[in-house]
């Protein structure tokens, strides 16, 4: 129903199509069950941070503070899974049923543009990342002071 908005439809599964037309499965299924697991870990997390709150014993759990000082890298790791899930889960397809992925290499881009492109990419978020942790833990030094 959810599919087709028809309860009568029939849903075909991944043993219906050819094997060259399958993604990697095993992939797809790990990086879903790890974004949902993450997704509920957040709710748990959310929920001890309210009850805590509540309870006015927030910063007498240093524990927990420090789980969630680790927990911030998290949502990004879950954000990438969900990217993982999407893009590994589309395959062979960039256009289903018209471009394969194979077909849709550009003929313009050499091994160094992209190579280029890569430590651009690595340089550029690892200094934000750099500032980020920085600025952060010049924040946090303020408050316990």
């Known amino acids: 129903f959810l599919a087709y908005h028809d309860s009568n439809a029939v849903v075909q ?6 094997p060259e037309d399958r993604p990697p499965v095993l992939v797809s299924f790990i990086s879903f069950r790890l974004m949902v697991a ?3 870990l957040f709710v748990l997390l959310a929920l001890l941070a309210v009850i805590f709150s509540w309870t006015k014993k927030l910063i007498q ?3 927990f503070l420090w789980v969630m000082s680790f927990a ?3 949502p990004f ?5 969900g990217w993982i899930l999407a893009e590994i889960g589309r395959q062979p397809w960039l256009v289903y049923g018209v471009l394969r992925t194979s077909e849709g290499v550009s003929r ?3 091994p160094g543009d992209v190579l280029g492109s890569l430590i ?7 200094g934000l ?8 833990s010049k924040y946090v030094k303020k408050i316990d002071d």
Do not use: H, K, M, Q
């Open 129 to 136: 990342a750099a500032v980020d942790v920085f600025l952060l």
């Open 77 to 81: 790791l879950a954000c990438e899974l």
């Open 72 to 74: 911030i890298i998290l």
């Open 108 to 110: 313009n881009l050499t």
């Open 120 to 126: 651009a990419f690595v340089v550029i978020y690892s």
């Open 13 to 18: 599964g991944l043993n219906d199509f050819p």
């Open 38 to 40: 993450l997704g509920f």
């Open 61 to 63: 759990n240093r524990w």
